[in-house]
Structures are given as C-alpha cells and as structure tokens.
C-alpha cells in the first residue's frame, strides 16, 4: 500500500462534505470516499441557523451557498391536519454571530456547492462510487479498505472521520481509535443528545472512539 493522506472521510453528505472543505482549509490532505456517483437528489435537512453560516464562512464556502439560502425569523411547523405542531420565532431576538437566526435550504443545492468548494479549498480528492468496507488501525494511523469500479483498495490515512449516515458502517462496525463519529446518528441532530451532551463536557468535538479490533 502507497497512498497516504492525513485524513479519510467515509461518506460525502452534508456534514462530510462539509468536514473535507474544513480540513482542506486547514492544510490538511484529504480524500473522501462516496459510494454513490450522485449527490442524493432530495432534500432531507431542510433549516439551519447562524452558527451554521459561521461554520461556512470558516470552511470558505460560504460565498457559494449564501445565494441559496432564505433568511427566515422563525418557522411554523404544520401536520397532515394542517393544525400546527410548533411554532419556533426569532422575531425580534438579537443576532450575535451577525447572521439571521434561521434559514431554509435545499439540501441537494447545498451539496452540490459544498462539493464545488473542494477544488479551490485544499487538497481534497473527491472519489465517487467508491465503497467503504473495512478499516485496520495500524500504529498511530488507519488502513482504510474500499471497493471502487469493481476492484479492492486501501488507503493509508492517520485518521478517519466517519460521516456516512444514520447507519454508520464505519462508525458501527469498525472502531477504532483513530476514526471521529459524526454522522452516526437516528432523527435530525448529528449526535445523539444524550452523547452530544456527555462529550461536550471533553471536548468541543466528538471525541475518537475508544480501540477495537478490526471490523472486517
Ligand atoms: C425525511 C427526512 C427529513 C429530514 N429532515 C431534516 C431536517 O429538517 N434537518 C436536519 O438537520 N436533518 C434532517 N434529516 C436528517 C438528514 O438526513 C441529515 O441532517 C443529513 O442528511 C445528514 O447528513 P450526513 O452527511 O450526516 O449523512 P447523509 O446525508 O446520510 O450522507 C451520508 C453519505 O455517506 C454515504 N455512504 C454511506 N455508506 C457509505 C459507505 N460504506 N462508503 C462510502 N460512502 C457511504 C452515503 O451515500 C451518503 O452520501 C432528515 C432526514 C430524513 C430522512
């Protein structure tokens, strides 16, 4: 095996796509693994809010997704019945980080943007259709093992960040100490509450899972 980068990010969705372009602005070389060869052509995530255009602005995207974005000062969720479930207002709430409170997106649009940004953000390769199976931890870093076009790869990287969905295999399956879960999650949130909050009392990240054998 030849190839190394610093960081492997399993799973190209909002928040890896996202985690690549951070990274990549920070000097760091990325590749990223995508089992499909298309963005997710329907929106899921629909709102997030001002600490989210700060994270974009950090990740030097923020120019690109700007023009797609609806500031908003609250929303009204509806049911089937058309009564309503909640309704969350900023009206009239202080701005800190300078943006509005709430906006509306379009998941795929945004994708499409976060992805574009790859080119000019770092040294971020993008590898589409190309499956994430196993991974190895090997000394301070990770063997990462990927089927891609009908063949089988591995990639030497010195970490692993895991964004690839609700069903993380690669969190699930392969602990490791030096793979970051950030996509593992049921429902909306990228973490659990619960574990949301017991790591934020660490660290303002997530914190690396603990060792275990290889999952394969
Ligand atoms: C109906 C619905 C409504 C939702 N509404 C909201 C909302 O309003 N707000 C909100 O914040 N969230 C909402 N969500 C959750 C939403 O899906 C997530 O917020 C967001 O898409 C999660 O992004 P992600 O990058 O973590 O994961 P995903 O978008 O799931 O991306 C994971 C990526 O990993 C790839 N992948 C998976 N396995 C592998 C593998 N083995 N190898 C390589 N790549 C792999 C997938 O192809 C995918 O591209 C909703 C979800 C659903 C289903």
């Known amino acids: 095996m030849n190839e190394r980068c610093d960081v492997a990010v399993i799973g190209c969705g909002p928040v890896g796509a996202l985690a690549a372009n951070l990274l990549g602005r920070a000097g760091l070389r990325v590749v990223v693994l995508e089992k499909e060869r298309e963005h997710y052509p329907l929106p899921r995530a629909v709102h997030l809010d001002h600490e989210m255009m700060r994270l974009f602005q950090?990740?030097?995207?923020?120019?690109?997704?700007?023009?797609?974005?609806?500031?908003?000062?609250?929303?009204?969720?509806?049911?089937?019945?058309?009564?309503?479930?909640?309704?969350?207002?900023?009206?009239?709430?202080?701005?800190?980080?300078?943006?509005?409170?709430?906006?509306?997106?379009?998941?795929?649009?945004?994708?499409?943007?976060?992805?574009?940004?790859?080119?000019?953000?770092?040294a971020i390769d993008l590898r589409l259709g190309a499956t994430f199976t196993a991974l190895e931890q090997q000394g301070d870093g990770v063997t990462v093992h990927y089927d891609q076009d009908g063949a089988s790869h591995t990639l030497a990287a010195r970490w692993v960040i895991a964004t690839d969905g609700a069903r993380s295999r690669c969190a699930r399956r392969s602990a490791s100490r030096s793979t970051i879960s950030i996509s593992r999650s049921p429902g909306w949130s990228s973490m659990p509450k619960s574990k949301a909050r017991s790591r934020s009392r660490r660290s303002p990240a997530c914190r690396p899972m603990p060792i275990s054998s290889a999952c394969r």
């Open 58 to 122: 950090t990740a030097g995207v923020i120019d690109r997704v700007l023009a797609d974005m609806v500031a908003t000062d609250g929303h009204l969720h509806v049911g089937a019945d058309h009564g309503v479930i909640r309704y969350m207002g900023t009206v009239g709430k202080p701005k800190p980080f300078g943006w509005s409170n709430d906006y509306f997106f379009y998941q795929p649009e945004l994708e499409a943007h976060l992805r574009a940004a790859f080119a000019d953000n770092g």
